[in-house]
């Protein structure tokens, strides 16, 4: 039960705004003691790429943007569900009901303050801390992990639509391989343009300690056997957060050198569109495929709003940069 002295709060709206830290590095370590709250925090600089050093960061986002995150993670459901559009809502369900079952916000004052953040961070909420048991933990743990792997991949380092690896990879001649359910592989995989490389990604959630860690950077590192001949980098995402504190990133990777990537259908970005500054949604004039991909990457939401009563839909006018939207009054 919780405790009558917790203040009974809503859900987050899309609008709500907070900051997520960032620990960057180049392999698993120990998890930090605080050092969210306590480090000397860059801010992140727009999209595309890596920082130059390693350290702590911070990125400012939406919950929008986190919802957007959770919904287009590792697949492309048109093929499932095309033919049956009212079962995109269950999926839609799925995705995105343990983060609003769990999550909420709550104001910090680092040590070190960061100025244009907004004071406030994520953090498991009541629900979470009194009231879910051992396997909607696990369950939460796993939705939080891919959800804010592919924000942090997409959002902050600009790479392309992720795909689940168990659906077969990204070289044809090693679908088998990348498929087989024996092989502990790493969960996602996309294509980086500005980079040329592919990425192997796995992702993390929960109280994430050094073991979790090292057990993603072993199935990362047997990923990188089976497409050791092609250059890739392994990207390993930990979304750590604990009752009472923070959530925070841990973005550990490596780089692996080799053949130039195959130009499979639907991952030609020009280069202009894939490194400029701002979210890759900004720019889909700039290229087809991009537009393309965008569309793929959003197509849960259009077979759920395909499915729905027309009666039911309205629109909403918004400006063309999303840096420049606002909620509009009630």
Avoid at 38 to 55: E, I, N, S
Avoid at 60 to 74: D, L, N, P, Q, Y
Wanted: aromatic letters at 8%; proline letters at 9%; charged letters at 20%.
């Amino acid at each position: 039960m919780i405790p009558a002295h917790v203040p009974d709060e809503p859900p987050l709206t899309y609008a709500d705004s907070f900051d997520v830290p960032i620990l960057f590095r180049d392999r698993p370590a120990k998890k930090p003691r605080r050092q969210w709250r306590t480090a000397k925090h860059k801010l992140w600089a727009g999209a595309g790429g890596f920082p130059a050093t390693d350290g702590w960061y911070v990125s400012t986002t939406t919950w929008r943007e986190i919802i957007k995150a959770a919904i287009e993670v590792g697949r492309d459901v048109t093929p499932h569900l095309q033919n049956q559009p009212q079962y995109a809502h269950g999926e839609l369900v799925a995705r995105v009901s343990p983060l609003y079952a769990y999550l909420g916000t709550h104001p910090v004052m680092p040590q070190h303050p960061v100025r244009g953040t907004t004071g406030q961070r994520l953090t498991l909420n009541p629900v979470y801390a009194y009231g879910a048991e051992r396997s909607a933990k696990n369950a939460a743990a796993y939705r939080l992990g891919m959800t804010m792997t592919e924000w942090a991949c997409r959002s902050l380092l600009g790479l392309g639509q992720t795909e689940h690896l168990e659906l077969g990879g990204p070289i044809p001649a090693l679908l088998n391989t990348f498929k087989n359910p024996k092989n502990k592989l790493p969960d996602l995989w996309g294509q980086h343009q500005a980079e040329g490389l592919y990425w192997l990604i796995e992702a993390k959630g929960g109280d994430v300690g050094l073991s979790t860690l090292r057990k993603g950077w072993e199935q990362l590192s047997a990923g990188s056997k089976i497409l050791s001949s092609y250059a890739h980098r392994t990207v390993l995402v930990g979304a750590s957060v604990r009752p009472g504190d923070d959530l925070f990133l841990t973005i550990d990777h490596g780089l692996h050198p080799g053949q130039p990537p195959l130009t499979p259908a639907g991952f030609g970005i020009d280069h202009e569109s894939a490194v400029g500054p701002g979210n890759l949604e900004d720019r889909l004039g700039d290229s087809d495929d991009a537009l393309i991909n965008a569309a793929r990457a959003q197509m849960l939401t259009y077979l759920a709003l395909r499915s729905a009563p027309a009666s039911q839909l309205r629109t909403v006018p918004v400006p063309a940069y999303r840096a420049s939207r606002h909620r509009a009054p009630d």
